[in-house]
């Protein structure tokens, strides 16, 4: 294993898809940290902290990974953490679109920053976050589609 790489993103909730390229990138690198994103004006189910707490517990069997939330510039929580490796998912080729003008305007940012882009499980490439919580929204049962203590929260929060 090499390397300390960041897996950036708004986390919410947290899904099977992202825990199942956790655990994949957790083979590869030494250390992940999950940099869980402030992001409020995607208006978040869950608030930055709470994101933080889910997917600690969500996570907590990879001794190689740390959940950290941020809220200023990807690139400055980089440099931060002393790494300039991301690792970003890849579900469809709409994802690959929007995560290359990502790239390349956080490299122009940092020059020397590496994306290495996974792509998701097959069968759990249909995941999204925005999805599972419509599905959750209109009372779809969202238990296969994201870690137990983050299905719980999930309906906990939306059918209090």
């Not at 950036?8 to 990138?25: C, K, Q, S, V």
């Not at 030494?30 to 402030?38: D, F, G």
């Not at 490796?85 to 003008?101: A, K, P, T, V, Y």
């Not at 929204?137 to 059918?159: C, E, W």
Request: aromatic content about 8%; charged content about 20%; overall charge neutral.
């Amino acid at each position: 294993m090499v390397k300390k790489v960041i897996y950036p993103g708004t986390f919410d909730p947290l899904t099977n898809g992202h825990l199942d390229l956790i655990m994949r990138a957790a083979k590869i690198f030494s250390e992940i940290v999950l940099a869980i994103a402030a992001n409020p004006s995607k208006n978040p189910l869950f608030n930055l902290e709470e994101r933080v707490k889910l997917a600690t517990q969500a996570t907590q069997h990879l001794s190689n990974v740390t959940v950290m939330g941020f809220s200023d510039l990807l690139v400055d929580f980089a440099r931060r953490q002393h790494t300039n490796l991301l690792i970003r998912g890849i579900r469809i080729s709409s994802d690959f679109e929007s995560e290359m003008q990502l790239m390349r305007i956080n490299c122009h940012l940092m020059p020397n920053l590496e994306n290495i882009f996974l792509f998701s499980n097959e069968s759990l490439s249909y995941l999204s976050s925005s999805l599972i919580k419509e599905v959750a929204l209109h009372g779809g049962n969202v238990q296969s589609f994201l870690p137990p203590n983050i299905a719980k929260a999930v309906m906990d929060r939306l059918y209090p």
